[in-house]
């Protein structure tokens, strides 16, 4: 089996900031896309940010230009900086990684998600 296990969440003021840690464990060959989703309480589970193997990343609307996504290969670890929270922000937040469990299977897991909650 492959584990996702995010850390970093929890209490801030709108306008700090908190980064995200995600890490992958397990039997795997290769760990390929990496991405960052929220949930809000009530609403459906949303996209924030992406970052390919090769560095390439993309944002959410909401979130570009406040959050940072980068990754460690070496650790098989993907981060999600985020600066100026708002309370709109307040969500559980999710990691995804395309995973290689062996060099010609490839399977997506998801992590059990970390709370981040921005007072007003």
């Known amino acids: 089996q492959v584990q996702l296990v995010e850390s970093g969440g929890g209490l801030v003021q709108a306008g700090g900031s908190l980064g995200l840690s995600c890490t992958a464990s397990?039997?795997?060959?290769?760990?390929?896309?990496m991405a960052w989703y929220r949930q809000a309480p009530g609403k459906k589970r949303e996209f924030v940010a992406f970052?390919?193997?090769?560095?390439?990343?993309a944002y959410a609307d909401s979130v570009t230009g406040r959050f940072t996504v980068s990754r460690d290969n070496a650790k098989r670890a993907v981060y999600l900086q985020m600066n100026d929270l708002k309370p709109e922000d307040t969500a559980v937040y999710y990691c995804?990684?395309?995973?290689?469990?062996?060099?010609?299977?490839?399977?997506?897991?998801w992590g059990q998600g970390t709370q981040v909650t921005v007072s007003a």
């Open positions: 970052i390919e193997s090769d560095g390439a990343t």
């Open positions: 995804n990684a395309d995973v290689k469990i062996d060099r010609y299977t490839p399977r997506n897991y």
């Open positions: 397990g039997v795997i060959s290769s760990v390929d896309t």
